[in-house]
């Protein structure tokens, strides 16, 4: 088992080498550096010049490379050009903000999938099981920010029941005021994200639900004369939610991958609104640092994934 | 398989007559098209997303070559946000003052045509790139689904934009192939899989014992019973891209200025003004969009049923 879990990691390592590299690249072909920002109306060319060579902007790729990545263990992931901060500070800011959205997603994503993929699959061919279906094929079909702006229009604008965009109102003071704000803010963007990421959950467990009906321990669970409630609840549902719980690394990074739209349609400052305006206003070295972490997140998603799924099934064991 | 579909396996073999050929019962095996159609009828959602996308598909091609580009280009301020039905204009102005209905309709036709190029793009690379890691399997295959694995995990959403923003002389074919770029993954896992098991059987080996090429063999034998399983990939990827299009277009950073997009007609949204009091405005890109990608998924969930005897209705 051991062995297994330290193969993974192992993989790691090159991965995010490679992933490093990419990011370093996008980076390299980004118009501007690190001094464009500083540039003013009475700054002499050849003193950037000399402060361009000094930073190691002429060395080769190579030592550019090195240097970039030496920089990144020490935490400077440089100067963000228009908000003239470190990027390290401004990602720490609009970070909280991303992890509790996605948390809620994922939460109310489980609570909606769960539920639902049982019935699919218990009652397959049912007419519950067809609306259910007929569901999945709405989330797995809509692109995601159509079904933000009617959710916005709808329960923001036309009903107000939630809050229109921001992660917390002005008048809100108080440790207990601020939270209950906050958690009101999100509950819009994660309600509906969460229901969005239900499309894979509930086919997968429809599916397990359906494939454990016929195996042989139901039946003899059955045929002891366990009572049929207690046959789904216990028996099946034990045995096909682990590889269920498995993809949760997946949907992490699938959130944190999607906060771009999420966030961009509610205004909510987080990494991926954040993502947006630097990328509009140019500031590449936030973005850089952006997509480096959030390929990073990916990664650590799909190893914790492939971790719990090799825990739970000894057949998909790397060798 | 519950009791009930397992009657209904039964009730539609023995309703087949069985033609008797030298002693032999043979069963006629349905033809791909007449099993597509049986699905179609069984499933009366998709027949009716199936004609509603035919019919929307005909109108946009069609109407789309008899909008001038000046309908799309031309900016007059003064009719700015006109509601619908107001001066002959059906569905309203948008905020340069254009006639909703074209910029729908020429919309439409670009977002369609993107897709439809994006998907053919992944297909094409993820066939061959599934069938060659298949069939070859090795220290290749290892490595490309290594690569792939890696891929596919990448926040692809940010990297498109990053490239859409930093690639030079941009418009519709550099959009297309960057997205390209990141569509072709899954199906190549799909096709490798599928590859993989029909590697192994005898049609195979016998083509190779008589001394078949690889390439004949991979492209002549076993790519035509790989037909059912890339139309459904086909069709369903197809939906995805329109929304990834769409997404793009409407972050700002798909299709560039000049060229309509829905994604780009449903971002006038992004002002909280327009989302909140001018509806008329973005909602009829949005019900395109739904439509026509839930129509599809229908479609497409069909033509899986239909490739897949286990999973059939009818």
């Given at each position: 088992m051991w062995k297994t879990i330290i193969r993974r990691v192992l993989i790691m390592i090159p991965q995010i080498v490679i992933l490093s590299a990419l990011v370093f690249i996008l980076a390299k072909l980004m118009p501007g550096d690190p001094f464009s920002g500083t540039?003013?109306?009475?700054?002499?060319p050849k003193q950037i010049e000399a402060l361009k060579r000094a930073a190691g902007l002429f060395d080769p790729w190579y030592v550019q490379y090195w240097h970039w990545i030496v920089n990144l263990f020490h935490g400077n992931l440089g100067q963000s050009?228009?908000?003239?901060?470190?990027v390290v500070t401004v990602l720490g800011n609009r970070i909280g903000n991303t992890v509790w959205l996605s948390l809620l997603s994922l939460i109310v994503s489980y609570a909606v999938a769960i539920p639902l993929g049982m019935t699919a699959g218990r009652f397959d061919g049912s007419r519950r099981d067809r609306a259910i279906t007929i569901f999945n094929y709405f989330t797995f079909g809509l692109p995601t920010f159509v079904v933000f702006l009617l959710g916005l229009y709808i329960?923001?604008?036309?009903?107000?029941?939630?809050?229109?965009?921001?992660?917390?109102?002005?008048?809100a003071s108080g440790f207990f005021e601020e939270t209950a704000s906050r958690f009101y803010h999100m509950i819009l963007p994660g309600i509906l994200a969460g229901v969005l990421g239900t499309t894979s959950t509930v086919q997968y467990l429809r599916s397990e639900i359906i494939d454990a009906k016929s195996q042989d321990y139901v039946r003899t669970a059955r045929s002891k004369g366990v009572p049929t409630n207690k046959v789904y609840s216990r028996h099946i549902f034990r045995n096909s939610l682990l590889p269920i719980a498995a993809f949760a690394g997946f949907q992490i990074t699938g959130l944190i991958g999607g906060s771009v739209v999420i966030e961009q349609v509610f205004s909510y400052p987080g990494m991926g609104q954040l993502f947006i305006t630097a990328i509009t206003s140019r500031d590449y070295s936030v973005v850089t640092a952006i997509v480096l972490f959030t390929g990073i997140l990916a990664l650590f998603g799909s190893l914790l994934s492939d971790i719990i799924l090799s825990l739970v099934d000894p057949r998909i064991r790397i060798e | 398989m519950s009791e009930k579909n397992e009657t209904q396996v039964q009730q539609s073999v023995q309703g087949k007559v069985p033609e008797i050929k030298d002693g032999a019962v043979i069963v006629e095996t349905p033809s791909t098209w007449r099993t597509i159609k049986r699905e179609f009828l069984k499933d009366k959602v998709a027949l009716v997303s199936a004609i509603i996308l035919a019919v929307v598909f005909v109108t946009v091609i069609i109407w789309a070559f008899f909008i001038p580009r000046s309908a799309v280009t031309n900016v007059n301020i003064i009719d700015?946000?006109?509601?619908?039905?107001?001066?002959?204009?059906l569905l309203g102005t948008d905020e340069q003052g254009r006639d909703q209905v074209k910029m729908l309709i020429a919309s439409a036709r670009n977002s369609l045509m993107i897709a439809f190029m994006i998907s053919i793009i992944g297909q094409f690379f993820g066939v061959i790139v599934g069938l060659i890691t298949g069939y070859f399997r090795g220290i290749v295959d290892t490595i490309i689904m290594r690569v792939i694995d890696f891929w596919i995990v990448l926040p692809f959403l940010m990297i498109i934009i990053v490239l859409v923003s930093i690639?030079?002389?941009?418009n519709e074919w550099t959009l297309i192939w960057i997205i390209g770029l990141f569509a072709w993954q899954g199906t190549t896992r799909l096709i490798r899989s599928k590859v993989l098991s029909e590697a192994d059987r005898d049609y195979v080996r016998a083509s190779k014992t008589s001394g078949s090429s690889n390439f004949m063999i991979m492209f002549r034998e076993i790519l035509p019973n790989l037909a059912s399983l890339i139309i459904v990939d086909t069709t369903l990827n197809f939906a995805g891209n329109i929304g990834i299009e769409t997404t793009l277009s409407f972050l700002g950073f798909g299709l560039p200025n000049g060229t309509p997009s829905l994604g780009t007609m449903v971002s006038?949204?992004?002002?909280p003004t327009v989302l909140a009091t001018k509806p008329y405005v973005w909602v009829p890109p949005v019900i395109f969009i739904i439509v026509i990608c839930v129509g599809i998924s229908f479609v497409g969930q069909v033509f899986r049923r239909a490739a897949d005897a286990r999973q059939r209705l009818g």
């Amino acid at each position: 088992m051991w062995k297994t879990i330290i193969r993974r990691v192992l993989i790691m390592i090159p991965q995010i080498v490679i992933l490093s590299a990419l990011v370093f690249i996008l980076a390299k072909l980004m118009p501007g550096d690190p001094f464009s920002g500083t540039i003013g109306p009475n700054t002499d060319p050849k003193q950037i010049e000399a402060l361009k060579r000094a930073a190691g902007l002429f060395d080769p790729w190579y030592v550019q490379y090195w240097h970039w990545i030496v920089n990144l263990f020490h935490g400077n992931l440089g100067q963000s050009y228009t908000l003239k901060q470190p990027v390290v500070t401004v990602l720490g800011n609009r970070i909280g903000n991303t992890v509790w959205l996605s948390l809620l997603s994922l939460i109310v994503s489980y609570a909606v999938a769960i539920p639902l993929g049982m019935t699919a699959g218990r009652f397959d061919g049912s007419r519950r099981d067809r609306a259910i279906t007929i569901f999945n094929y709405f989330t797995f079909g809509l692109p995601t920010f159509v079904v933000f702006l009617l959710g916005l229009y709808i329960f923001g604008y036309q009903l107000n029941w939630f809050p229109t965009s921001g992660t917390i109102s002005i008048n809100a003071s108080g440790f207990f005021e601020e939270t209950a704000s906050r958690f009101y803010h999100m509950i819009l963007p994660g309600i509906l994200a969460g229901v969005l990421g239900t499309t894979s959950t509930v086919q997968y467990l429809r599916s397990e639900i359906i494939d454990a009906k016929s195996q042989d321990y139901v039946r003899t669970a059955r045929s002891k004369g366990v009572p049929t409630n207690k046959v789904y609840s216990r028996h099946i549902f034990r045995n096909s939610l682990l590889p269920i719980a498995a993809f949760a690394g997946f949907q992490i990074t699938g959130l944190i991958g999607g906060s771009v739209v999420i966030e961009q349609v509610f205004s909510y400052p987080g990494m991926g609104q954040l993502f947006i305006t630097a990328i509009t206003s140019r500031d590449y070295s936030v973005v850089t640092a952006i997509v480096l972490f959030t390929g990073i997140l990916a990664l650590f998603g799909s190893l914790l994934s492939d971790i719990i799924l090799s825990l739970v099934d000894p057949r998909i064991r790397i060798e | 398989m519950s009791e009930k579909n397992e009657t209904q396996v039964q009730q539609s073999v023995q309703g087949k007559v069985p033609e008797i050929k030298d002693g032999a019962v043979i069963v006629e095996t349905p033809s791909t098209w007449r099993t597509i159609k049986r699905e179609f009828l069984k499933d009366k959602v998709a027949l009716v997303s199936a004609i509603i996308l035919a019919v929307v598909f005909v109108t946009v091609i069609i109407w789309a070559f008899f909008i001038p580009r000046s309908a799309v280009t031309n900016v007059n301020i003064i009719d700015q946000y006109l509601t619908p039905g107001t001066q002959g204009h059906l569905l309203g102005t948008d905020e340069q003052g254009r006639d909703q209905v074209k910029m729908l309709i020429a919309s439409a036709r670009n977002s369609l045509m993107i897709a439809f190029m994006i998907s053919i793009i992944g297909q094409f690379f993820g066939v061959i790139v599934g069938l060659i890691t298949g069939y070859f399997r090795g220290i290749v295959d290892t490595i490309i689904m290594r690569v792939i694995d890696f891929w596919i995990v990448l926040p692809f959403l940010m990297i498109i934009i990053v490239l859409v923003s930093i690639v030079p002389k941009y418009n519709e074919w550099t959009l297309i192939w960057i997205i390209g770029l990141f569509a072709w993954q899954g199906t190549t896992r799909l096709i490798r899989s599928k590859v993989l098991s029909e590697a192994d059987r005898d049609y195979v080996r016998a083509s190779k014992t008589s001394g078949s090429s690889n390439f004949m063999i991979m492209f002549r034998e076993i790519l035509p019973n790989l037909a059912s399983l890339i139309i459904v990939d086909t069709t369903l990827n197809f939906a995805g891209n329109i929304g990834i299009e769409t997404t793009l277009s409407f972050l700002g950073f798909g299709l560039p200025n000049g060229t309509p997009s829905l994604g780009t007609m449903v971002s006038a949204a992004t002002d909280p003004t327009v989302l909140a009091t001018k509806p008329y405005v973005w909602v009829p890109p949005v019900i395109f969009i739904i439509v026509i990608c839930v129509g599809i998924s229908f479609v497409g969930q069909v033509f899986r049923r239909a490739a897949d005897a286990r999973q059939r209705l009818g």
